[in-house]
């Protein structure tokens, strides 16, 4: 009896801890359906995952703390836009980030751009909020700045 109810626990205990992990939505028509259905701002992560180290230490410093879980799954909708060197990637998903790169006229990596859209008759209409990338400080110190993105009347 006490083993059937250790592996119920643990079982519990396994889909309890998926449950905090984000979504990260790399179809960006998919993260508009969702980002107007729950009424949030989409969070795009224009990153180089496998070659920019400072997109990893983006990752490793804000991106992957509880901190940053709790904040995003309360406040935005999570798209990576991914431009690897190695990780090979669909030609469909490649012209996707490609043509939002260009859309967003981004730069350089890391970028995170704020944005909330519609689409209509085939055509999607971004209404951008801000941008960022790597803030030095923590979690901390990088959800003050997108607080402020999202939140701007707030004090």
Known sequence: MKKIFLVALFIVGAF???AQELKWYTDVKEAITV???ENK???LF?????WCGWCIRLQNEVLKTPEFTKWASQNVVLVELDYPRRTPQTPELKSQN????????????PTIYFTSAEAK??????KGLGQTGYVAGGPSAWLAVAEGIVH????
């Not at 490609?98 to 990596?109: S, Y």
Request: no cysteine; net charge neutral; hydrophobic share 30%.
């Open 41 to 43: 701002p989409m969070l």
């Open 16 to 18: 309890t801890s998926q």
């Open 46 to 50: 224009f990153t180089g995952s496998d």
């Open 35 to 37: 980002s107007n259905k």
């Open 98 to 109: 490609n043509e939002l790169q260009q859309a967003f006229g981004i730069q350089g990596f």
């Open 152 to 155: 701007p009347n707030k004090s």
């Open 121 to 126: 008759d085939g055509k999607v209409n971004f």
